[in-house]
């Protein structure tokens, strides 16, 4: 289903929800993959048998590689059989954190998991620094040591700067992709993001990124509250967005765009089927319509 | 530089509450328990905590998505509102604790009903209006479709507990009614189907909303598996509080007269429970 698509033009594929499912077996032409988590699978594996209307990109949250609690074993291998059944062509993974080491000296009492690493259950940015670098350099080779296909990396979003922060989150990736295997997956959605939470202008820091090793783009909505502009899968990606993709196209070799809806509140079928051609007309045209 | 000492903060301020107030009222005091550097300590006393709390509150709503898939229309108020944060960043230390048993969903809706009737209860009058009444709504379908779906069916031919045949009516009031499935009863402000109806048409306006204060029946119905909504007056709902399933019609009716608890007459209590026969909603033993 890949390889023979690598010199065409980037596949447009939807995160996997129950709409993205019905949708993808009732119209099996509007989207070309299905982006499906690794903490789905090993929650329902069920879900594998949507492999047979479409090809899967295997996407992870639980790898904490910006972090220094590593996951366990297990995982690790549970990692490594989904790649094999889901037969991705390579493993989206947060530039984050998920779980965090509590000191020995910590007063804290942790009822929720007495003796474990704190868990968050959601990734969020570390503070990017040369340390952290080195950190996820060490990351990066372990599970590339583990697995035999590419890892591509995702920008997360930042509400707020991480503590000891010395660097811009492009010259921490691009530190990052110049010393590991890794490519980039480039999430436009988190650039806009942090640059509307950090006031910059995302297209001018976008040319900052390696838009050269970026395989992967995905794109989702935006909600603003509390004066603090957040990810939000339930809602249309806005144009500004959309007019940065064409910018990463001619300089990347993006093979699969990502829409992420994937919430359960999210569209009605008819518009996410819109949003897809929305999307699809961007690649081809190379501007929104 | 430690990025593990500053992840392991980072985590705290999300998973504890607590420990986040304490390092907004006292930073320099809340760190000395942890190694950092002077740019790192720097970092952290500049720290909008806010910023951090209403990510707790967006990690809580997005590890709550299956609640809010059960009262959608509270949650387009909760943004309508501007409250989803707020709500949610509050929800954190309830949400902390429920993770340490992992609930099911039913636990978690309860619980979340629950903390968030408190929550709007103690926002300022009308400053949110159809918001409780909404909840309310959504809450009472969802709990007695809920508790329906743990009935038995309906008892098959031959049972003694079965819709009245049309000459038992002739005798009502020795007729022993019970109600089918579950009812549930809720007090509104605002009429909570023209709520319903408004924010499922995208157009919720509060300015638009009368006040009309109601009482709504919600009944589960285990045959169907369905909820229906009745609106009560008083006198209906004294008859429905009067069924017990071991009294007779006649008792309730003398019941009703003796104590004077309605306005309702005895043809209206009789044909009252001649509809609810046929409905379905009551069944006689």
């Known amino acids: 289903m890949w390889a023979p698509l690598a010199e065409s033009s980037p596949l447009i594929g939807l995160a996997y929800n129950r709409g993205a499912e019905s949708l993808i077996k009732r119209n099996p032409a509007s989207a070309d993959y299905l982006e499906v988590p690794f903490e789905l699978l090993r929650h329902d594996a069920s879900i594998i048998d949507l492999k047979q209307y479409k090809p899967f990109i295997l996407h992870c949250a639980s790898m904490s590689i910006a972090g220094s609690a590593r996951p366990p074993l297990t995982t690790i291998q549970q990692i490594f059989e989904w790649i094999d059944r889901t037969e991705t062509p390579w493993l989206g993974e947060h530039l984050s954190f998920i779980t965090a080491e509590k000191p020995g000296a910590s007063s804290h009492r942790d009822e929720y998991a007495p003796g474990e690493p704190y868990n968050i259950g959601y990734t969020v940015s570390p503070p990017m620094n040369e340390e952290t670098i080195t950190m996820v350099v060490e990351s990066v080779d372990a599970c590339q040591h583990h697995f035999a296909i590419p890892l591509l990396l995702e920008n997360p979003p930042l509400y707020f700067l991480p503590p000891g922060t010395t660097m811009s989150q492009a010259d921490?990736?691009?530190?990052?992709?110049?010393?590991?295997?890794?490519?980039?997956?480039?999430?436009?959605?988190?650039?806009?993001?942090?640059?509307?939470?950090?006031?910059?202008?995302?297209?001018?820091?976008?040319?900052?990124?390696?838009?050269?090793?970026?395989?992967?783009?995905?794109?989702?909505g935006v909600d603003c509250q509390a004066d603090i502009h957040w990810d939000n899968h339930a809602s249309p990606v806005p144009d500004p967005i959309l007019q940065m993709l064409p910018l990463v196209l001619e300089r990347g070799k993006v093979r699969a765009v990502t829409l992420e809806y994937n919430w359960p509140s999210a569209m009605v079928e008819s518009v996410l089927v819109d949003e897809v051609d929305r999307v699809r007309r961007v690649v081809q045209r190379g501007m929104p319509g | 530089m430690s990025t593990t000492t500053v992840n392991s903060i980072i985590a705290r301020c999300i998973l504890d509450p607590r420990f986040l107030d304490a390092l907004a009222s006292n930073t320099e005091e809340t760190l000395k328990e942890y190694a950092l550097d002077e740019q790192e300590q720097r970092g952290f006393l500049s720290l909008d905590l806010r910023r951090i709390r209403y990510?707790?509150?967006?990690?809580?709503?997005?590890?709550?998505?299956?609640?809010?898939?059960?009262?959608a229309q509270t949650h387009t108020l909760l943004r309508h509102y501007d409250l989803e944060l707020p709500v949610f960043s509050a929800y954190r230390e309830t949400h902390q604790r429920m993770r340490a048993a992992n609930p099911g969903k039913r636990e978690k809706v309860r619980a979340f009903v629950a903390f968030l009737k408190t929550y709007l209860a103690s926002l300022p009058p009308d400053s949110a209006p159809g918001l409780e009444d909404i909840l309310n709504h959504e809450w009472l379908m969802w709990e007695a479709s809920e508790s329906a779906g743990t009935q038995p069916p309906p008892s098959g031919a031959g049972s003694t507990d079965e819709t009245p045949p049309e000459r038992a009516l002739d005798d009502l009031d020795e007729l022993v009614p019970r109600m089918n499935g579950v009812?549930?009863?809720?007090?509104?402000?605002?009429?909570?189907?023209?709520?319903?109806?408004?924010?499922?048409?995208?157009?919720?306006?509060?300015?638009?909303?009368c006040k009309d204060a109601g009482i709504w029946g919600y009944w589960g119905n285990p045959g169907s598996a369905s909820v229906r909504l009745f609106r009560l007056d008083y006198g209906v709902l004294t008859v429905l509080q009067e069924i017990t399933g071991s009294r007779t019609i006649g008792e309730i009716i003398r019941r009703l007269t003796a104590a004077a608890k309605s306005e309702i007459t005895p043809e209206e209590v009789r044909s009252f429970f001649v509809t609810a026969f046929q409905s379905g909603l009551c069944r006689a033993t």
Do not use: W
């Open chain 1, 172 to 220: 921490f990736i691009r530190s990052i992709c110049g010393q590991t295997s890794a490519n980039l997956l480039l999430d436009l959605t988190h650039l806009y993001i942090t640059s509307r939470n950090f006031d910059f202008d995302p297209r001018r820091e976008l040319l900052k990124y390696p838009l050269e090793q970026v395989v992967e783009v995905h794109v989702s």
């Open chain 2, 55 to 71: 990510l707790a509150g967006f990690i809580t709503k997005i590890q709550n998505h299956d609640v809010i898939a059960e009262m």
């Open chain 2, 183 to 209: 009812f549930r009863v809720g007090v509104f402000e605002h009429d909570p189907l023209e709520i319903a109806n408004q924010i499922a048409k995208s157009a919720f306006d509060s300015s638009r909303l």
